[in-house]
T-cell receptor
């Protein structure tokens, strides 16, 4: 069974640009979550999508957005990039439905560097 | 506001000995806790979980203990092996969806 696939793995952008990251969950998983990992901050929750609907949202500015498609694939977008957006962006998929908890399966991440 | 805290950024242990990784949380609504292991250049992988109705869960060399009154959980690895060297994250969630709060991680080094 294929794992969670994230593309691109590495990318470099400059301040003010925007970026789109993609995530393909494990087949059959309907929940996709996004996390930002920076040194000293651990993994910070960005948002979670379930059946194309954003179900939870973390404390990030509106420059961070996402969406989920009918095949459960998800994208996240960061507009007007700032130096502080440099981080590893991790996508995780899960079987979990509303009101339940479940193990998250993570992709390898997209390493974003903002210059 | 960091609701899940791992106050030890790093830990070194001799091979064969016990590794104890600690995690504290502030939100009493958390009712499900997990530990993840992360190697460099890889995504975190699930290790072990515990529900708030239990105080201990064991899986092979890994045991997680939960002390709800102290809002504290710990992961014990016995015996520690060099392959256990990685960053360990604890995570917690409320039963309202799939939002997990992660700690900042503890880097474990097991010395051969």
């Amino acid at each position: 069974k294929a794992g969670v696939t994230q593309t691109p793995r590495y990318l470099i952008k400059t301040r003010g640009q925007q970026v789109t990251l993609s995530c393909s969950p494990i087949s059959g998983h309907r929940s996709v979550s996004w996390y930002q990992q920076t040194p000293g901050q651990g993994l910070q929750f960005l948002f979670e999508y379930f059946s194309e609907t954003q179900r939870n949202k973390g404390n990030f500015p509106g420059r961070f957005s996402g969406r989920q498609f009918s095949n459960s694939r998800s994208e996240m977008n960061v507009s007007t990039l700032e130096l502080g957006d440099s981080a590893l962006y991790l996508c995780a998929s899960s079987l979990a439905g509303q009101g339940s908890t479940g193990e998250l399966f993570f992709g390898e991440g997209s390493r974003l560097t903002v210059l | 506001d960091q609701q899940v805290k791992q106050n030890s950024p790093s830990l070194s242990v001799q091979e064969g000995r016990i590794s104890i990784l600690n995690c504290d949380y502030t939100n009493s609504m958390f009712d499900y806790f997990l530990w993840y292991k992360k190697y460099p250049a890889e995504g975190p992988t699930f290790l072990i979980s515990i529900s708030s109705i239990k105080d201990k869960n064991e899986d092979g060399r890994f045991t997680v203990f939960l002390n709800k009154s102290a809002k504290h959980l710990s992961l014990h690895i016995v015996p520690s092996q060099p392959g256990d060297s990685a960053v360990y994250f604890c995570a917690a969630s409320k039963n309202t969806g799939n939002q997990f709060y992660f700690g900042t991680g503890t880097s474990l080094t097991v010395i051969p």
